[in-house]
């Protein structure tokens, strides 16, 4: 029962954003022939840095002839670094990009489908034992990068889903990572059969990678640390306008007002 009515009002969530969002958010792949090294170099790049920026990296990296792993196993580290600046502690990610690079050619032949072929608890071990990968970088690279339907949990989605009390007295802010990505999974595990797949992924899949984009784009544009309930979604300068501009221009304010409690709570507060 627990999960049912968790399953249910997860799913509610998704059909609500999917409605409210006209653009499906493709946050990856971008432009590249590699996508997923694509993924695995931006989910790198993305750590405490605003999209956008990793549009950039990503775009230099390809005028550079570096998006690849040899190309970047055999960059300057300090050249690398300037051309992913402005990305947050891009002297840090550069040698560890590099690293990654490594790996990927000493083990796989420079190929990531080999890597992400493997079954989920085995590659994620080996994702976490590199560097500048952590739990949520690795998952990112997995759904993005791979077949594997794995829950995010990111600072978006815990956000989210406090303030809007999908789990009546759980505390999502604080819960550890692996226990809230099992429950939202468990949770979520029929919700790929009620979306028509479209795309060659499964169906499960493709609910986890629609899902965490639509949070991520929910709370870039309305669910942010201050929220904006009442008013049209916050604009982001994005290379690939797809992104904003489809939202943006036509929006009246946060589609989850109505289930939102922090929403119903400041609002009585007001009333006042």
């Not at 309930?229 to 604009?235: F, I, K, M, V, Y």
Request: net charge positive.
């Amino acid at each position: 029962m627990m999960h049912t009515t968790l399953s249910a009002r997860l799913f509610a969530l998704y059909t609500t954003l999917a409605a409210h969002f006209a653009h499906e958010p493709h946050w990856w792949p971008l432009w590249s022939q590699r996508p997923q090294f694509e993924v695995m170099v931006g989910a790198v790049l993305v750590q405490q840095t605003r999209w956008e920026a990793v549009e950039g990296a990503v775009q230099r990296l390809i005028a550079q002839g570096w998006l690849s792993p040899q190309a970047l196993a055999e960059a300057g580290t300090g050249e690398l670094a300037a051309l992913i600046r402005p990305c947050a502690f891009h002297t840090q990610k550069a040698p560890g990009l590099q690293a990654i690079s490594r790996h990927l050619l000493a083990h796989y032949g420079g190929d990531p489908a080999a890597l992400f072929a493997q079954e989920r608890q085995a590659l994620r071990q080996e994702l976490l034992a590199l560097p500048r990968i952590g739990r949520e970088t690795a998952d990112t690279m997995m759904l993005y990068a791979s077949d594997h339907p794995v829950f995010i949990v990111d600072a978006y989605a815990r956000r989210l889903f406090a303030r809007v009390d999908v789990f009546p007295g759980y505390d999502f802010l604080r819960r550890p990572y692996d226990e809230v990505q099992a429950l939202v999974e468990a949770a979520t595990a029929d919700c790929g059969l009620r979306i028509a797949d479209l795309s060659g992924r499964s169906a499960i899949h493709l609910f986890h990678w629609r899902f965490h984009a639509l949070i991520t784009v929910a709370c870039i544009h309305h669910c942010l640390t201050k929220p904006r309930c009442d008013l049209p979604g916050a604009r982001r300068r994005f290379l690939d306008p797809r992104k904003c501009a489809e939202h943006c221009l036509a929006c009246g304010g946060c589609p989850l007002r109505g289930v939102c409690n922090a929403y119903q709570e400041q609002r009585t507060k007001n009333k006042e």
